[in-house]
């Protein structure tokens, strides 16, 4: 991209996690917030004048080398699926999404995703890496490309083929099923040696956990992060016991609120979501029968024992709108316990998520993840905390991206409402700043 061009923010109102200030001036030179305060333009900078100023918004979760639906269509051609994601990266630039964590993905598409973040336009891409399972469990037994290790002598390899990609972490699975057990999971050994090589490299550790009892047995490997809530409330024991780690949480409830979708396809005529989400996933997503053949995929792998002249009967109970819903409002109070004891928490979509899945859409899902922490119990600028500062820290980056403080990378959203009010003003940026380059939603949707 080209180099970003001064730019003069007069008389506009900075809303961060912890309030508001201002009216006041900010400049962005070099791509950096240079200054703030009452200032003076210099002749000939670009100047902005009025609204809203937040930092830009970063999602904890998404699979940005996987896309919604892409298991119900011809597999893209290596070139179509650079478009793809080069797509992608510019659709959640235009939600005002600057930055994003993939918590599980292989090496060659770090590799390619590296090359269109250093070609742009693309948020911050940060990856944890490499995504640890035991042998048969989740998640190489769902995607069998994805790596898995029986014994100690295992995990230095898999560590090092993510050495020369930055990773900021290592994800480490704690999955027994979602509907009944069917997968091992880590042993009390490859626990311990999980943390002893992670901490030999600096890296924490991410779990992923989705249930109390997965949850009770994360915790032995000290996590920084658990990458979902539970499906379920916790008991406050286990509460207490989370609080006292100081892991964060990244809920991932839009799991859930995007497979409603399902009984709302309204949804997916949305005109502000139509412009963001690539013409062919939407149609994906729009024919019904793939998601009956969605349903009966997620039964064969997630309840492999039960015969197909049942799948029909466990599809109209288990899938259904009222059981779909059961497992949001479930999680929800799951996210507002952990709020209430002071966990810290992280917005975090998992957008993309498993290519049978038709509506986790790039970039708006972020958005819907944001409404249902509002709905879950957090006020908007505690949402807003968690889209910005929480996980700014939690990526080891506070003050650099997530802020608004002199010095900071240069990706802010300029709004028009007040985000303090309605999460809701966040998806309807005036202009989107990534590392000092400003332009409109679309004007970042129609970058080649």
Known sequence: MDLPADLFLDDVVLVEGTGARGPTDVLLRGGRIAATGDLVPEPGVTVVTGGYVTPGLIDSHVHISMAPGAAWRPEDAPEALAARRAAHLRSYLACGVTSLLDPALLPDDARSLRALEAAG????????????????????????????????????????????????????????????????????????????????????????????????????????????????????????????????????????????????????????????????????????????????????????????????????????????????????AAVRQLHEAGVPLVVGSDSGNWPIILYMFHGPTTHLELELMVSAGLTPLEALAAATATPAKMLGREGEIGSLQVGAVADLLVLDADPSQSVGALKQPRLVVRAGHARTPEQWLATP
């Open 121 to 332: 336009p693309s948020p911050n891409l940060f990856f944890l890496g490499p995504a640890i399972s035991p042998t048969d469990g989740y998640v190489a037994v769902v995607i069998p490309t994805f790596p898995s290790a029986s014994a100690p002598a295992d995990l230095p390899p898999l560590f090092d083929t993510f050495t020369a990609l930055d990773p900021v972490g290592v994800k480490i699975t704690m999955e027994t099923g979602s509907l009944y057990p069917i997968w091992p999971v880590h042993t009390p050994e490859m626990r311990a040696a999980l943390v002893a090589e992670s901490d030999r490299r600096g890296l924490p550790r991410y779990v992923h956990a989705m249930s109390e009892d997965m949850y009770e047995a994360g915790l032995d490997l000290k996590p920084h992060t658990f990458v979902h809530a539970p499906q379920s409330p916790l008991s406050d024991e286990l509460l207490t016991r989370v609080a006292a780690s100081g892991a964060y949480v990244s809920p991932t409830m839009a799991i859930a609120g995007t497979a409603l979708y399902a009984w709302h396809p309204e949804v997916l005529e949305d005109p502000w979501l139509v412009a963001r989400v690539p013409a062919d996933e939407l149609a994906t997503a729009r024919d019904p029968e793939n998601q009956d053949r969605f349903m009966h995929a997620m039964l064969d792998t997630l309840a492999p024992i039960v015969p197909k002249f049942l799948q029909g009967l466990l599809i109209k109970v288990a899938g259904s709108e009222g059981a779909v819903q059961s497992r949001l409002d479930d999680t929800q």
